[in-house]
């Protein structure tokens, strides 16, 4: 089992679509959590990060649920500017743990 | 501000080169300090990371080596590159070991 699994993809949305990501990850004793956006051929930049009350920036919300080991993450109102490869990031004893990411298409 | 610097952004080599890469990191004192591994279609590895100055710890065995001669200076090397050690090559920073970690622009290695 791979330490942190997300949605394949890729998900091919419509401008203003709602879309959601999933990630399961494998340590229960994982400590933090994130989510960083990858553009083509360019390094992951921090998203955000992932708080156990569940957190929201702008048209983002991001929940984490410690007992299913499960993180989310929400796009409302999708833009153009959004395509990108999605990246759960999970950090257990100061080492980060990348899932494979999940692609994201917003069309016009 | 703190700002992270990778140079080259991108490098052919032939098999059974050398390789140098360079990370600097400016804007911050003692900060942790991460080699990665993107290779084409995969997800990240970590390859190496360091507390402080010469203090390296090597995730998975491999031809390649790692140093921290200053501070802010994070060095990936090798004697004789592989086939395989093509990639995307990413270098990161956190304050702390829990913190976030920021990355470098990457250079991107093509053996041929």
């Known amino acids: 089992r791979k330490e942190v699994e997300q949605d394949p993809g890729p998900f091919n949305v419509p401008e203003g679509a709602t879309v959601a990501f999933n990630c399961t990850y494998s340590?229960?004793?994982?400590?933090?959590f994130f989510w960083y956006r990858q553009d083509c051929r360019k390094e992951p930049k921090l998203l955000m990060s992932?708080?156990?009350s569940g957190n929201e920036d702008g048209r983002f919300t991001a929940q984490l649920n410690r007992a299913s080991q499960y993180i989310s993450l929400l796009i409302r109102d999708s833009k153009l500017s959004d395509s990108a490869t999605y990246l759960c990031?999970?950090?257990?004893?100061?080492?980060?743990?990348f899932g494979q990411g999940t692609e994201l298409s917003v069309k016009p | 501000s703190q700002t992270i610097h990778q140079w080259p952004a991108t490098l052919v080599q032939p098999v059974g080169s050398p390789l140098s890469l360079e990370c600097t990191v400016e804007?911050?004192?003692?900060?942790?300090l991460y080699w990665y591994r993107q290779a084409a279609g995969r997800g990240l590895q970590l390859l190496f990371y360091?507390?402080?100055?010469?203090?390296i710890s090597s995730e998975v065995p491999q031809n390649l080596s790692a140093s921290r001669p200053q501070d802010r200076q994070f060095i990936l090397s090798s004697k004789k590159l592989l086939l395989s050690d093509s990639g995307f090559y990413l270098c990161?920073?956190?304050?702390?070991?829990?913190?976030?970690?920021?990355f470098g622009p990457g250079t991107r290695l093509l053996v041929l």
């Open positions: 340590n229960s004793a994982s400590q933090s």
């Open positions: 992932v708080y156990s």
């Open positions: 990031v999970v950090n257990w004893g100061g080492k980060l743990i």
């Open positions: 804007g911050t004192s003692n900060p942790n």
């Open positions: 360091s507390v402080g100055i010469g203090q």
């Open positions: 990161a920073w956190s304050v702390g070991q829990q913190e976030t970690q920021y």
